[in-house]
């Protein structure tokens, strides 16, 4: 079984420009997170999704950060415009939903650096 | 809201020697699950192990295994015959007992970097 696929591995920017993320969970997987690990730090939420709409975004900053996730598969997370703070791991994770509490499947993250 | 708490920034162990992380965690909740996460260098996070609130009795999976107390809201990890490869970040998390997808989140602890020592 495929695991979560995530691109791009790396990818530095200077301040101000935008940036995308991309996730593909798990095949059949209906829940979809995207954390935010800032170095030395644990991760944190920023968005989940049920197929193709949005469960908790409370802790996303919606004035420069926005995701989407077309048909309720694969998604991608922006940034626009970047600031120095927002350099960090980004993490997608999927799981099955109808089951309480299933395992969470990680993917390999996003490693971003803002100059 | 609730809040996991690792107290312990770094250990180092030797090769087959044991030892424990500690977590703690705050919560109103009732039933919930806790889990610890490996995270190696690639970033990846791994399952280690997952305890359900409700369950008394102490989850261990192979040479992993935890000590819950849940009126202390203590969770710690103890690895046992320690290996080179579990050398890694680990993170205690939370996460609320709910069927429906919108109580399956989890809260990280801020992590414990292990290290063992040949």
């Known amino acids: 079984e495929a695991g979560v696929a995530q691109s791009p591995r790396y990818k530095i920017i200077e301040k101000r420009q935008s940036v995308a993320f991309w996730c593909n969970p798990i095949s059949g997987h209906a829940t979809l997170y995207w954390y935010q690990q800032i170095l030395g730090q644990g991760p944190k939420l920023l968005i989940q999704?049920?197929?193709?709409?949005?469960?908790?975004d409370s802790q996303l900053p919606k004035d420069r950060f926005s995701a989407e996730r077309l048909k309720g598969v694969d998604s991608t997370l922006k940034i626009q415009p970047a600031k120095l703070e927002d350099s960090a791991v980004y993490l997608c994770?999927?799981?099955?939903?109808?089951?309480?509490?299933?395992?969470?499947?990680f993917g390999q993250g996003t490693r971003l650096t803002v100059v | 809201a609730q809040t996991v708490t690792q107290s312990q920034p770094e250990m180092s162990v030797q090769e087959a020697e044991t030892v424990t992380l500690s977590c703690t965690y705050d919560?109103?909740?009732?039933?919930?699950?806790l889990f610890w996460y490996k995270q190696p260098p690639s970033r990846q996070m791994i399952l280690v192990i997952r305890q359900e609130a409700y369950k008394q009795q102490n989850a261990t999976e192979n040479r992993f295994s935890v000590n819950f107390q849940k009126a202390a809201k203590s969770f710690s990890l103890k690895i046992s015959d320690s290996q080179l490869g579990d050398t890694a970040m680990y993170f205690c998390?939370?996460?609320?007992?709910?069927?429906?997808?919108?109580?399956?989140?989890?809260?990280f602890g801020g992590g414990t970097r292990v290290l063992v020592k040949p």
């Open positions: 999704f049920q197929n193709n709409g949005v469960v908790d």
């Open positions: 919560t109103s909740e009732n039933n919930y699950y």
């Open positions: 998390a939370f996460s609320r007992a709910q069927i429906k997808a919108a109580g399956n989140k989890l809260t």
């Open positions: 994770a999927s799981s099955l939903l109808g089951k309480m509490n299933t395992e969470a499947f």
